[in-house]
């Protein structure tokens, strides 16, 4: 298991800017790829960003695209998400995730396969 232990969430006005970190256990942090999802109330579980384990490869949801920067530190065994310029709209439960050995698909939550127990990010108008 890599447990996953997510910081940083917060109370934000629209434009502003906020870091998460996800923090990881276990030797295994830097063979996977890690993702960042969210969830905002009554909604479904949604992609935001993923970084492969060596960090030469991201992908972004296009709701996020140019706002948020996802990076890894893998001697801190740590992965982040940057976010700026934020709107309402990004308020969610934000939750960090290791991409499984093997998955195809970045953007899909069942190709990850250890999840934390989220921060809250809420963005006010």
């Known amino acids: 298991q890599v447990p996953l232990v997510e910081s940083g969430g917060g109370l934000v006005q629209a434009g502003g800017s906020l870091r998460l970190s996800c923090a990881a256990s276990?030797?295994?942090?830097?063979?996977?790829?890690m993702g960042w999802f969210r969830q905002a109330p009554g909604k479904e579980r949604e992609f935001v960003a993923y970084i492969s384990r060596s960090g030469s490869s991201t992908h972004y949801a296009d709701s996020v695209k140019g706002r948020f920067m996802i990076s890894r530190d893998n001697a801190k065994n740590t992965v982040y998400l940057q976010m700026s310029s934020l709107k309402p709209e990004d308020t969610a439960v934000y939750y960090c995730a290791t991409y499984g050995a093997g998955a195809t698909i970045p953007s899909q939550a069942n190709m990850y396969d250890y999840w934390g127990q989220g921060t809250q990010v809420t963005v006010s108008s």
């Open positions: 276990g030797r295994t942090f830097s063979s996977s790829g």
